[in-house]
């Protein structure tokens, strides 16, 4: 079954011309199926691109899914048009009232900032809240990861010396998680960021699993079953030249930036980057879809009860 977006937004002929399944709202009403509510808190300054990202990898289950664009309320966008934001996204304020199948907060470029001082730190603690009464399962992307971390369980994150950046190598720490499904026990992942959770925070925190882990990058996925969530702190959605437009876009700025770690084949920029993590981010999403699909109630409104 395919993902159901708006057909006049951006992603839908991007995701139609890679062969990924999506259908016109018309089309979807005509199953007699109840679609996954899924929403995507963006929180991400290029929103076309994030919201391809993450629709790519939630469509491409065998499931029908309804997919939710959600914003900030007061919070204004200075590098997405006006239109693209009035025609495909809501407020959290317009929607609160609704409940979701699951919800994925993603990162935003504001890992300086202590949480506290993020403008819309108050909503987001309301929409922290609200998921643990209207949404089945939630996943927190990078900052919105650490976020979650730090309000439900007071783990702060930490400023790095240096940027973590490039492609580094993961290993799978528990192969009996639903979530890692079909997972290797070796992977690469794409990490971009300036902070980090610490895997002894995190260890010593009730409640908390890590899933998978870096020795060179740290904590990457945890697992937080007591709010219904998952904390990702690296990129399984990242295209193939996500960390190549940060790089130029560094190198452009005259910004100090390190050649991004196993990224370019023999680190060589002139070179164009393969993907090498593409599959193993359908398998995490997919998995996730499937345990969202096999745990949620069929009647939206006992979600939370």
């Given amino acids: 079954m ?25 089309d979807a009403n005509k199953q007699d199926i109840r679609p996954l509510q899924i929403g995507l808190l963006n929180l991400m300054p290029q929103k076309i691109q994030t919201e391809t990202q993450f629709a790519r ?16 309320t007061e919070h204004k966008t200075k590098t997405t048009s006006q239109d693209h934001m009035e025609a495909f996204y809501t407020s959290f304020q317009e929607i609160k009232d609704r409940k979701f199948d ?31 009464t209207n949404v089945h399962s939630t996943f927190g992307v990078c900052w919105g990861g650490m976020a979650m971390l730090y309000y439900f369980h007071g783990v702060d994150k930490h400023i790095l010396p240096a940027k973590t950046f490039g492609c580094f190598r993961h290993q799978v720490l528990d192969h009996t998680s ?10 690469v992942i794409p990490v971009s960021r300036w902070t980090e959770n610490t895997q002894e925070e995190i260890e010593a925190t009730k409640g908390l699993n890590i899933l998978i882990n870096s020795p060179e990058s740290g904590p990457c996925l945890v697992q937080d079953a007591d709010h219904r969530a998952l904390y990702i702190f690296n990129h399984f959605e990242y295209d193939r030249d996500t960390l190549k437009e940060e790089y130029d876009r560094d190198v452009a700025k005259g910004a100090p930036i390190n050649i991004p770690c196993n990224y370019y084949p023999d680190d060589d920029p002139t070179k164009p980057p393969l993907n090498r993590w593409r599959g193993h981010g359908h398998l995490l999403y997919g998995n996730w879809i499937n345990q969202i699909y096999q745990t949620t109630n069929y009647d939206l409104s006992k979600i939370g009860s």
């Fill in 102 to 132: 699951g919800l994925i907060i993603t990162g935003a470029p504001i890992e300086h900032l202590a949480f506290e001082d993020v403008t819309y730190w108050d909503e987001l603690r309301e929409v922290m809240d609200w998921t643990q």
């Fill in 2 to 26: 395919p993902i159901r977006i708006p057909s006049k937004l951006p992603a839908h002929d991007i995701l139609k011309n890679e062969g990924v399944m999506v259908m016109s709202r018309g």
């Fill in 57 to 72: 990898l939630i469509g491409a289950t065998p499931l029908q899914i309804d997919l939710t664009l959600i914003r900030m």
């Fill in 178 to 187: 639903p979530f890692l499904n079909g997972f290797s026990d070796d992977l």
